[in-house]
């Protein structure tokens, strides 16, 4: 996934220094799976991979701007280390086939998800974005509730038998 982010930057912004755009495609897939406490070695890390290398404050970007203002419709309070967290969900989102949110009860995972939903959906709607903000479709599977094989599929009298995520992504 990060070379595949990497390249994805640099088509972005072919003039674009390769040591900036590593450093950010690291930082958007790896921080988000880290715990608090250890981003500071993160980082510490990132710094001695890349010295010099300083990367440009992003500005209101347009799902910022979007998660913010569906924030407010949803009468949810916009704080800005949450609104980081949901940017990151969906760099994630982007760079990989499948995520989980896992977190602490009442941490805001639930609410994370409907906000970026919304936000994507509208840009969508919008015209925003070079097609990255899309229509979204919630299915909620309750991994406890099935086996392995009724999640993903197995084969059955020598026969194969989908999953309800095959099914799912099928329809």
């Not at 290398?53 to 280390?81: A, F, I, N, Y």
Request: proline share 4%; aromatic share 8%; glycine share 10%.
């Amino acid at each position: 996934p990060i070379s595949r982010a990497a390249g994805a930057f640099k088509r972005i912004d072919p003039d674009g220094s390769e040591e900036a755009i590593l450093y950010r495609t690291m930082q958007d897939l790896i921080m988000p799976k880290l715990v608090y406490m250890d981003l500071p070695l993160f980082r510490a890390l990132l710094g001695d991979l890349f010295p010099g290398v300083e990367l440009p404050e992003e500005t209101g970007s347009d799902l910022k701007s979007m998660l913010e203002r569906k924030c407010g419709e949803m009468g949810l309070q916009v704080v800005d280390d949450w609104i980081t967290k949901i940017i990151q969900i969906f760099d994630c989102k982007v760079a990989r086939h499948g995520n989980m949110i896992v977190g602490r009860t009442g941490a805001g995972k639930s609410a994370a998800w409907k906000v970026l939903k919304a936000a994507m959906e509208q840009l969508c709607e919008d015209g925003k974005g070079e097609g990255e903000f899309q229509k979204v479709e919630v299915y909620t599977i309750n991994p406890l509730a099935l086996s392995n094989d009724e999640i993903y599929g197995c084969f059955e009298s020598n026969e194969w038998r989908d999953g309800i995520l095959a099914r799912v992504m099928r329809d």
